[in-house]
């Protein structure tokens, strides 16, 4: 069966996170951090791909009141809503100070344009994500998930049930992006597949 961000998985979301993504915790400090240092407690920040509100409420407990949560399954976040995070499935027409979209591009089958967009809507953007890499990288990720305590099986399961679902470029692709911009980038992939 193919991977769904669906009630069950916002269930158990926050502990799966922790398991499935290496430097989870220390990018989202990183996150923090940042705001803390350059980021008015009122100013609007965003989250894109925000799954549960889990990084927004943590936001929200160190004193950031403007808070707006994006995600395109809106029942990963609807057993979470609350008075201080505007939820929505649709990105709401402001100008972000901050947005964050951590590991969310590389479920867009259009990421380059859902890049631009959030570039238009924000002041500072902070990106990370699943990236393809070598042979060696997976095996290195897949011990590192069983050194969290996930079986073999779980590890095996889950690569089945993404598999057709993402849409991985590596980390040069992204920085070519942001550099050259969409028309640019554009052109030159045409290029390469021509
Ligand atoms: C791995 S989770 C993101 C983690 C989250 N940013 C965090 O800090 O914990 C990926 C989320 O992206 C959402 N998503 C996938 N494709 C999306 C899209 N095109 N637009 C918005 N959200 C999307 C999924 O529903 C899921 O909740």
Redesign the pocket.
């Known amino acids: 069966m193919s991977w769904k961000?669906d009630e069950s998985i916002s269930r158990i979301y926050e502990g799966h996170?922790l398991q499935h993504i290496p430097l989870y915790e220390k990018t989202?400090n990183y996150c923090l951090d940042y705001a803390e240092n350059h980021i008015p407690k009122d100013a609007p920040i965003l989250?894109?791909?925000?799954?549960t509100g889990?990084?927004l409420r943590k936001f929200a407990s160190r004193g950031w009141t403007n808070l707006w949560g994006?995600?395109?399954?809106p029942v990963?976040y609807q057993n979470y809503e609350d008075d201080i995070i505007k939820y929505s499935t649709n990105i709401e027409p402001e100008q972000y100070a901050l947005t964050l979209c951590?590991?969310?591009l590389h479920?867009?089958p259009n990421k380059w344009l859902?890049i631009d967009q959030l570039l238009k809507c924000s002041k500072t953007l902070i990106i990370s994500d699943k990236t393809l890499h070598s042979k060696q990288q997976e095996i290195a990720y897949e011990q590192w998930k069983i050194d969290q305590g996930c079986t073999r099986e779980e590890v095996e399961e889950k690569k089945r049930s993404l598999q057709g679902i993402m849409y991985l470029h590596p980390v040069a692709d992204y920085i070519d992006f942001l550099e050259k911009g969409l028309t640019e980038y554009q052109k030159r992939m045409d290029k390469l597949k021509n």
């Open positions: 961000f996170v989202i989250d894109f791909g925000c799954a889990v990084t994006v995600d395109s399954s990963m951590n590991w969310t479920f867009c859902t």
